[in-house]
């Protein structure tokens, strides 16, 4: 820990030190400048010794069950900007990411209204979390809220005592695995020990309630606000917290504004996928810039597009943070850089595939409900793999996505199986990768070990792709590759890797692939097999939304690890155990019992 870190709010950043542009008034300096401070302060923090200085009273225990369940995530600061043009400025003259996404603020901006007997309409707060890290590499960020205040617009008042007054700078910490129980024990905790209710809110655009507090009489740190924040929507806890009565009955009253717009954004989620693969369609990123701006009417031009229409895009795109909107025009923000079909871990083939066939098929979700049958059979009258086998172009485009999601298992290349049979003496072990695709990851993993070899499974037409991918790398030369399906598990590997095969599939096909690598492996060999795990409590997870996915797209399913547990034992498998990756995926190890 860092124990002879200061706790004070620091001292603003030297003129020398940052570089505000020379048209800046003096305000909008002093805002550079907090904003530099509050990034050095943020930067600094141990999660350990910043809570028992914000709660001096904390016992060793009571310490350490917070540090489990909390971490420091941000502290916070308000800004004034008059225009977006110029809060993206002063983002980079204190030297934080000016190319973030902002998301209305409806905590804050509720606060305001309230504090200055404003409507809420008539203040426009931003959220911004551009990213810095803490001492040991933690993901942190710099909580900004942006009230624009143009010129003339008689806010200017509001602007001189926040700022005077500081009243939204607080410290945040990111409460982990947020459930009712764990947040109740943790609000009681604060209110133990001094902490007082100082307000809160769910708000809807990012799925979050958060919790403020004052700190304690006797806190050691400068900011007098602490916050909570907790994933989901808790707002029963958080009447509580409130001491406000809870709404009679499970729902929210029907004119819960909130409520409504929440839902609201969930119901026209469909447009943000056909807008982003518009985006895509269009081949937007590969004639705008992440640095320099370009017109609608320059843009129009290369990508043959009606400019008024291409404008109305282009504003929904920033609304999602996807471009951002300067003096100089449109540009793209590093999120957007993503659709462009050449930037590395490229995602233009899922924005294809997702506003593509599958979004054609989800348009059938209720007839997969009520029939069992997957809606992309009901559509395209042929099954998910059928129907890609007969169009190569598409087949292709499939093949690419799966690509473009295979950065998300970078760890599994440093699994201990895969590490054990790397080093092991006398000959290279191999691994097979059953239905890899063009082999992204057998790549990954033959890349991180140059002394294992590997065989692709596939089929004949994807492992012409394969070769192509593989032999321009250095683990092309030590790869075999075998064409045929899940009955041709080729015998005699040491390792074997099912990587988002299972979840294609009900149980009694899984059992029918479980079985053919069971038999096909040596009594030492271990298998891998990488799919995303439901929680086994119900909890939020991208797992669900995967379930429903492939429940509605060809038939398959996600599953708990228990789940796969009962399937491995029906096929003369044993689970060793499961280790997490990325989004909620995992990897199951499994040996021949």
């Not at 007082?196 to 919790?211: I, K, L, R, S, W």
């Amino acid at each position: 820990m860092h124990s002879g870190l200061p706790f004070t709010m620091p001292t603003p950043v030297p003129a020398a030190a940052r570089t505000p542009a020379p048209a800046m008034t003096a305000n909008a300096v002093e805002d550079v400048d907090r904003l530099g401070a509050t990034a050095a302060f943020v930067r600094e923090q141990d999660t350990s010794v910043l809570l028992s200085r914000v709660l001096p009273g904390l016992d060793g225990p009571e310490l350490r069950a917070l540090t489990d369940r909390c971490a420091f995530a941000h502290a916070a600061v308000l800004v004034f900007p008059p225009d977006e043009a110029a809060l993206r400025a002063q983002l980079s003259a204190s030297g934080l990411a000016a190319d973030v996404s902002a998301q209305p603020s409806v905590v804050v901006r509720e606060r305001l209204a309230a504090r200055h007997h404003r409507n809420p309409a008539d203040l426009d707060v931003r959220i911004l979390r551009p990213t810095v890290h803490g001492p040991a590499g933690e993901h942190r960020a710099v909580e900004v809220f942006a009230l624009t205040v143009p010129p003339g617009s008689g806010l200017h008042g509001i602007a001189a005592d926040e700022r005077r007054l500081d009243r939204e700078a607080h410290l945040a910490f990111d409460v982990e695995r947020p459930d009712p129980l764990v947040l109740r024990g943790l609000l009681a905790c604060l209110a133990r020990h001094g902490a007082g209710a100082d307000g809160g809110g769910y708000n809807p655009h990012e799925d979050g309630t958060v919790f403020y507090f004052t700190a304690p009489a006797d806190t050691k740190t400068e900011y007098r606000r602490v916050e909570l924040y907790a994933r989901g929507d808790h707002r029963d806890v958080l009447a509580e917290h409130l001491g406000r009565p809870l709404a009679a009955g499970p729902s929210r009253p029907s004119g819960d504004p909130e409520a409504a717009e929440a839902l609201l954004r969930m119901l026209t989620g469909a447009w943000t996928t056909q807008a982003l693969a518009a985006c895509a369609r269009l081949r937007l990123p590969e004639v705008m810039h992440r640095h320099t701006g370009a017109g609608v009417q320059e843009l129009a031009r290369a990508v043959d597009a009606h400019p008024q229409s291409l404008t109305t895009l282009l504003r929904y795109l920033a609304m999602l943070g996807v471009v951002a909107e300067g003096p100089d025009g449109f540009r793209f923000t590093g999120v957007g850089a993503l659709l462009a079909a050449e930037a590395p871990g490229s995602m233009r083939p899922l924005a294809l595939m997702y506003g593509g066939p599958f979004y054609q098929s989800f348009a059938h979700l209720t007839h997969t409900v009520r029939s069992g049958e997957p809606a992309f059979d009901h559509f395209y009258g042929e099954n998910h793999f059928d129907h890609f086998a007969g169009d190569p172009e598409l087949a292709a485009l499939f093949d690419q996505s799966m690509v473009s999601s295979a950065p998300l298992f970078d760890p599994l290349p440093a699994h201990p199986v895969l590490a054990t049979a790397a080093a092991a003496a006398g000959p290279p072990r191999t691994v097979v990768d059953i239905a890899g695709g063009t082999g992204e990851l057998l790549g990954r993993i033959l890349t991180a070990h140059p002394t294992l070899r590997g065989v692709l499974l596939e089929r004949p037409q994807v492992l012409a792709a394969a070769r192509t991918r593989l032999g321009a790398t250095v683990a092309g030369e030590r790869c075999a590759y075998h064409a045929g399906d899940f009955a041709d598990v080729p015998p005699e590997g040491d390792v074997y890797v099912l990587s988002r095969v299972l979840h294609d599939w009900d149980d009694a096909r899984c059992r029918s692939i479980l079985r053919s690598c069971a038999e096909a492996m040596p009594r030492h060999a271990d298998l891998l097999v990488v799919e995303r795990l439901l929680p086994a409590d119900g909890g939020s997870s991208l797992a669900t939304a995967w379930d429903l996915h492939m429940m509605c797209n060809t038939g398959g399913r996600e599953r708990t690890a228990d789940h796969y547990a009962r399937l491995f034992e029906e096929c003369g498998l044993v689970l060793v155990g499961h280790t997490p990756l990325a989004l909620g995926a995992h990897t199951l190890h499994a040996r021949r019992a």
